[in-house]
């Protein structure tokens, strides 16, 4: 069946780390873009916004298309700071990072889509989740 979750852990507003790392790499894109006006990275913008909008608003109401889109989005992320045209405007560490982010993305919106395992959520599973809630228990008594 696809996609392998119709809706991505029963609900979309969910924190995903889909969306947490989407919204973190428009902080290098922002730094490039405000560096470099006269080349804005005008395809990673497109696909973080159609990511955002893809996975949050149209997955949960067309589980189909949502999810394709969310896939195309996050590959147009990860894929176009390696365009050989941007090695000159966009600095490498820029580059790492929203390619980073993008795959940190990728592990949600790949294990959402198709069911297959993914690293980040297999620690979530595994001892993650309970960390994370013991952490913030201590922290707030």
């Known amino acids: 069946m696809w996609p392998y979750h119709v809706v991505p852990d029963g609900n979309a507003a969910l924190p995903h780390h889909y969306m947490t790392f989407l919204l973190a790499a428009l902080v290098p894109l922002l730094i490039v873009w405000d560096d470099h006006?006269?080349?804005?990275?005008w395809l990673v913008l497109c696909g973080i916004l159609g990511g955002l909008a893809s996975f949050g608003l149209v997955w949960a109401r067309?589980?189909?298309?949502?999810?394709?889109?969310?896939?195309?989005?996050?590959a147009l992320v990860i894929l176009a700071p390696l365009r050989p045209a941007w090695s000159a405007f966009w600095p490498r560490r820029h580059?790492?990072?929203v390619?980073?982010?993008g795959l940190g993305a990728a592990d949600d919106v790949v294990q959402h889509a198709m069911g297959w395992p993914t690293p980040i959520d297999w620690v979530w599973k595994h001892g993650g989740r309970t960390a994370v809630v013991?952490?913030?228990s201590l922290l707030l008594g």
């Open 37 to 41: 006006r006269d080349r804005e990275p």
């Open 62 to 74: 067309y589980p189909v298309i949502g999810a394709t889109l969310s896939l195309v989005a996050n």
């Open 95 to 97: 580059r790492v990072a």
């Open 99 to 101: 390619i980073l982010l």
């Open 134 to 136: 013991e952490v913030f």
